[in-house]
């Protein structure tokens, strides 16, 4: 399969994005910055769905991507990319930024995008 070709629909992982923002979110709603950087199983539960948002926007296919530009999918892939290959000098305030106030507006722009959910065909 070529590279530029999603491996499965972008349906699929338009859903793996909303599912780890909203994720994001209830574990953060409850938590201040100082907090997070004090609670380390946070900030790796934090880490791994930035991941998660990063991962499946780099699956979501180039033409779709392109197609809806007025999202900045770099920066969601960039900060994923900082996490996994920088870890040892991860800055938490980027991070919190990110996941408190980037990811949340990066949503509300993918929410409109966002197919229905498929019927469960056992009814």
């Not at 491996?7 to 938590?31: F, G, M």
């Not at 769905?49 to 699956?59: D, Q």
């Not at 296919?61 to 000098?89: L, M």
């Amino acid at each position: 399969m070529p590279h530029d070709e999603p491996k499965t629909n972008n349906a699929v992982y338009l859903w793996h994005i909303k599912r780890a923002c909203e994720q994001l979110a209830t574990y953060l709603d409850v938590v201040d910055f100082e907090q997070f950087c004090e609670d380390q199983q946070l900030k790796d539960a934090v880490f791994w769905k930035i991941n998660v948002i990063g991962e499946a926007i780099g699956n979501l296919s180039s033409a779709f991507r392109e197609q809806h530009d007025e999202i900045p999918w770099h920066k969601a892939r960039a900060i994923r990319n900082r996490i996994v290959h920088g870890y040892d000098t991860i800055d938490e305030v980027i991070v919190w930024e990110t996941a408190t106030i980037y990811i949340p507006s990066m949503m509300r722009l993918i929410t409109p995008l966002m197919p229905p959910l498929p019927e469960d065909k056992d009814d």
